[in-house]
């Protein structure tokens, strides 16, 4: 689907759910979240939970009895609640289409970071288009080093739209040049099955007093490699849990950030 083919459906969407309070507030948030990311700055805060559930449901079924949505069959009603589900439950798809934002990364979640951890030192792997290190750099976090090989912007948008400077480094090289300078290493979204994060693990715990890994992805689900899972040492820390408060679920994705040592 095309940027304007979705967001035109989007539109329609609304316009027909106009008077469904909890889809307004759904579509709000999706338009202040791509007025930002259109700007080319992280969206504020992180997003409700998207589409539509079976108690949701049952209240569109409710309110077409009592003459609501009138001006339509019962078969076209049908038709639009699927499809409005649908395209609730894909943002995350498209932002990943048209931005190369894979993690959602909102600008609140980025000042929590600082907030909890003023004074490290990031060092950034695989950043993409560099929201992650945008938003840290932006909330006055004391040094951050972004880096990716950007590789990936033949196939998609990920290194086409970069929101921060990032340096052409890919992620070993990057710990190897900057990695006995900082006080945690950012990893986010790792590709799935693909071993580059079990290397990187293995690379920082040949470092002397090196630093700790923060991995933001989904443990056992659609980031990083099982590989990588398997060999992970987790380090509970209530720093952390308040920066994952921030990364609440708004769609099948469980993603949230892990210390890793």
């Not at 539109?11 to 930002?36: C, D, E, G, H």
């Not at 108690?55 to 049908?78: D, H, I, P, R």
């Not at 443990?219 to 849990?241: I, K, M, V």
Request: proline content about 3%.
């Amino acid at each position: 689907m095309t940027q304007e083919t979705y967001l035109a459906q989007l539109k329609q969407s609304a316009v027909f759910f106009k008077n469904v309070p909890q889809l307004t507030a759904q579509f709000q948030a999706i338009k202040a979240s791509l007025a930002r990311l259109q700007q080319k700055q992280l969206p504020q805060h992180n997003l409700p939970v998207l589409g539509i559930d079976e108690s949701l449901y049952l209240t569109l079924l409710l309110a077409a009895e009592q003459g609501q949505f009138k001006a339509v069959s019962s078969q076209q009603l049908q038709a639009q609640i699927k499809k409005t589900d649908h395209l609730l439950r894909n943002y995350r798809q498209y932002l990943q289409n048209q931005f190369g934002m894979w993690a959602y990364i909102s600008q609140d979640l980025t000042d929590s970071i600082v907030q909890q951890f003023p004074d490290w030192r990031f060092l950034e792997i695989m950043a993409g288009n560099g929201y992650l290190s945008a938003g840290l750099r932006a909330a006055g976090a004391e040094s951050v080093i972004c880096t990716d090989s950007l590789a990936w912007t033949s196939e998609n948008q990920t290194g086409r739209q970069l929101l921060t400077q990032v340096a052409p480094l890919d992620a070993q090289a990057a710990i190897k040049q900057y990695g006995d300078q900082v006080d945690a290493a950012l990893m986010s979204w790792s590709p799935n099955g693909v071993p580059i994060d079990l290397a990187v693990l293995n690379q920082l715990r040949q470092l002397e007093n090196g630093p700790v890994l923060l991995c933001l992805g989904e443990r056992y689900g659609a980031t990083n490699s099982t590989e990588f899972w398997d060999a992970a040492h987790f380090h509970n820390d209530q720093r952390l849990s308040r920066v994952n408060r921030y990364l609440r679920p708004f769609d099948l994705m469980r993603d949230r950030f892990y210390w890793i040592q």
